[in-house]
């Protein structure tokens, strides 16, 4: 169980580690890096954002 998560904030998205947004998916807010590696599995960068959130009509 999470706690202590900022509330919501209507136009903002938060960037977290990966297990943040995994655990909380009902949140929409919440994103992590995607990382770039080298080869040898060094991160290296970030390519983009993901996240866990739900398909809004799987959430009704």
């Keep these: 169980m999470l ?7 209507p136009g903002a998205q938060f960037i977290a ?3 943040t947004p995994a655990a909380s998916p009902q949140r929409g807010d919440q994103v992590f890096p995607i990382e770039k590696r080298d ?4 991160v290296v960068g970030c ?3 993901g996240t866990f ?4 009509e ?3």
Excluded: N
């Design 3 to 9: 706690t202590a998560l900022p509330d919501p904030v």
């Design 17 to 19: 580690s990966t297990t």
């Design 39 to 42: 080869g040898g599995g060094r």
């Design 47 to 49: 390519s983009g954002f």
């Design 53 to 56: 959130a739900a398909a809004p």
């Design 58 to 60: 799987a959430v009704g």
